[in-house]
């Protein structure tokens, strides 16, 4: 028997959650809808919203913290 994952589940499940990427029958086949954002972003431009913050800081410290507070 398999499981259906959705919901909250799936924002816990790391193999699963994709934040913003879900696209908009995404979120309703899998009750998202009201859990995210409105807003709908690729992978990839989440990836490089969040080297640019990387990048943006002013030291390794801060940048060894910043990518450990995302996992």
Avoid: T
């Avoid at 807003?39 to 030291?59: F, T």
Wanted: charged share 30%.
């Amino acid at each position: 028997m398999r499981a259906v994952v959705s919901g909250v589940d799936i924002q816990r499940h790391p193999k699963y959650n994709k934040g913003l990427a879900f696209s908009e029958e995404e979120r309703d086949q899998l009750y998202l809808r009201g859990l995210l954002p409105p807003a709908v972003l690729s992978q990839e431009l989440q990836v490089e919203r969040v080297m640019i913050n990387v990048r943006s800081k002013a030291n390794d410290l801060e940048r060894c913290g910043g990518i450990w507070y995302m996992e």
